[in-house]
């Protein structure tokens, strides 16, 4: 039972991941007001799931540079 257990949450926290990081690429394609959501979400530990906190912490450089490094 245990096992199964393990599992199931391996298999959520791999989707969120996922999610996450196609969330970052959008907001980075959407452009610099858009990151700087992200640069908002990214310090909200009380608002987002901690995959989506490590992505977006990601963001916290200049805007410009963000926006440019989209495509990583």
């Known amino acids: 039972m245990f096992y199964l257990i393990s599992s ?10 996922q999610r996450a ?3 970052r ?3 980075c394609h959407l452009g ?9 979400l990214s310090v ?3 608002i987002c799931p901690q995959e989506y906190l490590d992505e ?3 963001l916290q450089v200049k805007v410009s540079h ?3 490094s989209c495509n990583l």
């Open 56 to 58: 977006f912490s990601g």
């Open 25 to 27: 690429q959008i907001l």
């Open 8 to 17: 199931w949450e391996c298999r959520i926290s791999q989707r969120r991941l």
């Open 32 to 40: 610099p007001s858009f990151v700087k959501v992200g640069q908002s």
């Open 21 to 23: 990081r196609e969330l």
């Open 66 to 68: 963000a926006v440019h």
């Open 44 to 46: 909200g530990l009380d």
